[in-house]
């Protein structure tokens, strides 16, 4: 029998759209013969023993349940915590005569056994815990009235919140949140994980995400491709094989840095020293030449010159095996003479910041590049405005990579990165809200740059560089994310970055 997934790493990789998970259940049902009522069941088990599990001091719970088959979900948790004892409050939010099927058949149950349904009229000022089974991954249009007040009430309560399947209001596929939505401490997902858990607005609502796959078989799943793909260190870190004995620094790439204009020297810095610290042989900084002389006062080991124009790259370009081009860059003369300098080249590239401003201005299709664009970035590049990126990160990316070539990182809580080969796009979830502060892209340039220096291809180099980061910042955080800065993130790269060294890679922040 299948257990529980109670370790976010042991999470699975395979992510899927609503509708997908929708075709899975059907086939469980028509095709091996589990009914309905049994899998609702199982989900309901799952979720009581995750909140038993999460929350074992609740005594009194409040469940506030729709008339969809997530509500039949909730019901089932109801009946399994008035079994064992605890004070049982069930809100019932929708017209009960409503309820059909499955749904109808817990409730049935539920109050045969002595519970009842009480509809929902707010929430009590005391409750231990409050369980969301309002709306379930189907959800398609904003959530208004009643719907709007009960999750509303929800996330005023002090209450914890454990979300059934997906929080009531986020949607599912896209990761925005439509109108409100419940935004709770733990989510358990069935069946399949739902791509919008991971990104945009889903780690703010979901909190900590557990799965059960409620004993569908594995057969089930061959025929479902995935629509997008779980990335973490853990499962990249192999990409970075071990160091041969003979090796010598010219065997792992020589990166250069182009950027620092004039008050951002500190971005190129960070670029460059992530760029060491992620195992390139070689790092370059092509910077403007009023603060060169100083920028590796305390990081000798980078290599620094003025560039007064891009006449001046040339000795800088034949050297270079990789070229990371934008932090620090500016948009004035100087940052467009170096940039157009560099997109002459046919060196690969990784493309952040400023380079991406003067990419939006004058757009061009690359293959060996790898572009950064935080949303803002985004919008600029696909002349739209940011709300309108974060709306749809799955389809933003698919027009970026469509429009400029490469690989494409969409940057952002659930960082998504895009390739041109038949991989589905990989979302990172780790990382923290910590690493919202300056400079922790530039580090992120550099471990990229790095990566493609040591023969990474580019799609690999980014999901492996994404989660490299994200990896070094959570690692970063345990002082606590508030105060975090990106210069935290580059003494953390170090351990992670060496795959032999298994005990201190799999180290908790």
């Avoid at 358990?188 to 889903?202: D, N, P, R, W, Y």
């Avoid at 995400?209 to 779980?230: C, E, H, N």
């Amino acid at each position: 029998m299948q257990r529980l997934i109670q370790d976010a790493d042991r999470l699975p990789h395979a992510l899927y759209r609503a509708e997908q998970v929708r075709a899975l259940d059907r086939a469980a049902i028509e095709e091996h013969g589990i009914p309905g009522a049994e899998l609702m069941e199982r989900a309901g088990r799952a979720a009581y023993r995750l909140l038993r599990q999460r929350w074992p001091r609740a005594r009194d719970l409040t469940l506030i349940c729709g008339v969809g088959n997530n509500g039949g979900d909730g019901y089932v948790v109801a009946r399994h915590a008035r079994n064992e004892g605890l004070a049982v409050r069930v809100l019932q939010l929708g017209d009960p005569q409503r309820l059909r099927g499955d749904a109808l058949t817990m409730a049935t149950r539920l109050r045969e056994a002595g519970g009842r349904l009480e509809p929902f009229q707010g929430l009590p000022e005391a409750t231990d815990l409050i369980v969301d089974a309002i709306l379930g991954t189907g959800l398609e249009r904003e959530v208004t009235g009643d719907w709007a007040r009960a999750i509303d009430a929800i996330n005023t309560h002090p209450a914890p919140v454990l979300a059934i399947d997906i929080p009531s209001g986020l949607h599912a596929d896209l990761g925005r949140v439509l109108g409100t939505a419940v935004r709770s401490q733990a989510t358990i997902s069935f069946i399949g994980l739902k791509q919008g858990l991971f990104t945009g607005a889903g780690p703010d609502c979901c909190g900590q995400v557990r799965f059960d796959a409620l004993q569908v078989p594995a057969t089930v799943y061959a025929r479902q491709l995935l629509s997008a793909g779980r990335l973490d260190w853990a499962k990249l870190r192999d990409r970075l094989p071990p160091r041969p004995r003979s090796a010598n620094k010219g065997s792992f790439g020589h990166v250069l840095v182009v950027g620092g204009a004039p008050g951002y020297a500190g971005a190129a810095r960070l670029a460059g020293e992530g760029a060491l610290r992620a195992g390139a042989g070689l790092v370059t900084i092509a910077t403007h030449p009023e603060h060169a002389p100083y920028l590796n006062l305390t990081r000798p080991e980078l290599m620094c010159r003025g560039v007064a124009g891009p006449e001046q790259l040339e000795p800088l370009l034949a050297r270079a095996q990789i070229i990371a081009v934008g932090p620090g860059l500016g948009q004035d003369t100087w940052g467009e003479g170096l940039l157009d300098r560099v997109l002459a080249t046919r060196l690969p590239l990784v493309v952040d910041a400023d380079a991406l401003n003067l990419l939006a201005a004058a757009p061009v299709f690359r293959d060996n590049w790898i572009l950064t664009p935080h949303p803002g970035e985004a919008a600029r590049l696909l002349g739209t405005e940011p709300s309108a990126i974060q709306a749809d990160r799955f389809e933003s990316i698919r027009r970026l990579r469509d429009r400029f070539g490469g690989v494409v990182v969409l940057k952002g809580a659930g960082t998504l990165i895009l390739g041109d080969s038949h991989r589905p796009t990989g979302v990172c979830d780790g990382g923290n809200p910590g690493m919202a502060t300056a400079g922790t892209g530039d580090v992120l340039t550099g471990l990229i740059a790095a990566l493609l220096a040591q023969g990474l291809d580019p799609e690999d180099a980014a999901r492996a560089g994404v989660c490299l980061h994200a990896a070094a910042g959570d690692a970063a955080a345990a002082d606590g994310e508030r105060g975090l800065l990106a210069g935290d993130l580059l003494a953390q790269i170090r351990p992670f970055a060496n795959p032999d060294a298994p005990a201190r890679n799999e180290r908790k922040p």
